[in-house]
């Protein structure tokens, strides 16, 4: 597999490499594909006639954020918001990432400025412990 079929550009925010991640059983496929900047979600199911890829179901759900918290001596992998996340759901993240010795980052969408915005740790950073990155 190629560097450039496991990662395409954003179709919210731009960033040039949101995730793919792929799975397979016999003669069908799904391809999902997630902005860990933004949250941008596509999900498509395929089936395949022979070398023939038909594309049977495709969702896109616009991004709130973006996080991924680790737990100690663990693996976990990326996880969008695609509403905006309750006070309650951030600061069990932000206390996850901060007091309990999570690693990982948390991004907000917002929708006023159409960017997004890095409230702790970093997407890029993950073996590192949460920082507070504002105030």
């Known amino acids: 597999m190629q560097l450039r079929e496991m990662s395409e550009?954003?179709?919210q925010c731009g960033f040039s490499n949101a995730r793919i991640d792929t799975e397979?059983?016999?003669q069908f496929s799904s391809r999902r594909i997630m902005c860990p900047i933004?949250?941008?979600t596509v999900y498509e199911e395929h089936r395949w006639d022979g070398d023939l890829q038909i594309l049977t179901k495709r969702t896109e759900a616009r991004g709130f954020g973006a996080y991924r918290v680790v737990p100690p001596g663990a693996y976990t992998g990326?996880?969008?918001f695609h509403a905006e996340p309750?006070?309650?759901v951030l600061d069990e993240i932000m206390a996850l990432?901060?007091?309990k010795g999570w690693k990982g980052y948390l991004t907000l969408w917002d929708v006023r400025q159409?960017?997004?915005r890095l409230l702790l740790g970093h997407p890029?950073?993950?073996f590192s412990s949460g920082t507070t990155n504002q105030a």
Request: charge should be positive; charged fraction near 10%.
């Open 78 to 80: 990326y996880n969008a």
């Open 86 to 88: 309750s006070k309650e």
């Open 124 to 126: 890029l950073g993950k």
């Open 9 to 11: 550009q954003c179709g």
């Open 97 to 99: 990432l901060t007091t």
């Open 24 to 26: 397979a059983w016999g």
């Open 38 to 40: 933004c949250g941008w």
């Open 114 to 116: 159409n960017t997004s």
